[in-house]
């Protein structure tokens, strides 16, 4: 994935806005959403079944929902795909789901982005399942530094919001390894990216050059 040289700030992860100018966001579709006609450039999607908004009944269904909306050109992401042990259906029916979604990425090429609630041993049983060739990224991580690296160590990335951005956390992940979101919390990209700089200690156009590396490693087969 490679932005527009224009491009300063990457939002991995957002449910408001569009891009524009020097943003990027990827905002989040559910599955059966579709890709709004019109939009701002840089302005990019995600599309996945979120735990919250799955039952046993309506499995199938948004399974089915799902993969058109993922092959569209401006859905970059799969997800936000997800296993909650606080919100959702059983954990039977979250995994298969997850597992589903998972396979697609595969497919398609594309990363995946996780939401996890406590579920980390059931994550790293999928991991293990699919052992994939895409890159897998927990998103509005907020756990300490010891599950920080632990994930690092097992493959994964972790993208940041202003409340999980602590300097043992970016320590034990490892700059290289992180990306910047501002999920539902209406903050600004530019806002994230400055609080970053603040408690790393990296000056703001070095993180600024950091994570566009960082996102343009999620996959060198598509281009903006």
Known sequence: MKPDENIKFIDFHTHHGEGGGDTMVIR??????KVPESLSPGTFFSAGIHPWYLTKENCEELKSELKPTLEHNLVIAVGEAGLDSVRGPSTEIQ???FIYQAHLAEQLDKPVVIHTVRLWDVLRKAKKEINPSVQWIVHGFRGNAKLASELISEGFM???GIKGTLPEVIE???IDNIL??????GSSIKVVYRNFAQVSGIGENEVIAIMKSNFIKLSGKQNF
């Open 28 to 33: 989040n579709l559910l599955a059966g959403e």
């Open 95 to 97: 995994y298969d789901a």
């Open 158 to 160: 972790v993208s940041l």
């Open 172 to 174: 034990a992940a490892g």
């Open 180 to 185: 910047l979101e501002t999920d539902e919390s």
